[in-house]
């Protein structure tokens, strides 16, 4: 009796370590290669890098807000990492302008700190078609000027332009307003 407790209790043992390890370790976890129905993934070369893109049916709103709060949130410390961030949600047209922003920046680049952290706190719908629409963002930006501790706040607007590009928005051009 005493050797089948031990048994039953090792199995228990056994049991309930293998459900610790599924429960922690391998449930909803999708097989490497599949992608949720609905989502489709494509991967570019940005300069050396590979870059995954989510090109499913994402809402305009979603891709502005991403593109403004990427874009607008700077760092003279981050190489305007911001600006190649923002690259795969733009239209090639917008992608070359905002790579030559990148080049200029970087030649006219000072000593001193400077950064910046936007967020975007509404979103609005200015126009609207099939296959464009034109955004107002407000967004909340935190600007600190030659040290990380002095900061200070402030509203602004940014008015987003966005073409449709098969199933994904884009980001084709972009107003900040004063």
């Known amino acids: ?3 089948t407790l031990k ?7 056994l049991a309930l370590l293998g459900f610790f ?6 449930r909803n976890t999708a097989p490497t290669g599949v992608i949720p129905e609905g989502e489709e993934n494509v991967a570019e070369e940005e ?9 499913g049916e994402v809402e305009p709103g979603s891709i502005a807000r991403s593109f403004v709060e990427r874009f607008g949130s700077f760092s003279t410390e ?24 990148a080049e200029e920046a970087r030649a006219e680049e000072e000593g001193d700190y400077y950064g910046v952290s936007t967020r975007v706190i509404i979103v609005e719908v200015e126009e609207e078609t099939d296959d464009a629409v034109t955004l107002r963002l407000t967004t909340q930006r935190e600007e600190s000027i030659g040290s990380p501790e002095d900061t200070s706040l402030r509203y602004q607007d940014i008015l987003v332009y966005l073409q449709k590009h098969e199933k994904s928005w884009l980001v084709d051009n972009f107003t900040w307003q004063e």
């Open 21 to 26: 390890v599924w429960f922690f370790f391998l």
């Open 78 to 101: 981050a190489d305007y990492q911001n600006v190649t961030d923002v690259i795969p949600l733009a239209t090639t047209q917008l992608s070359a302008r905002l790579q030559t922003i």
């Open 47 to 55: 300069g050396g890098e590979t870059v995954v893109i989510p090109t």
């Open 1 to 3: 009796m005493n050797k």
């Open 7 to 13: 048994i039953v209790g090792i199995i228990l043992l």
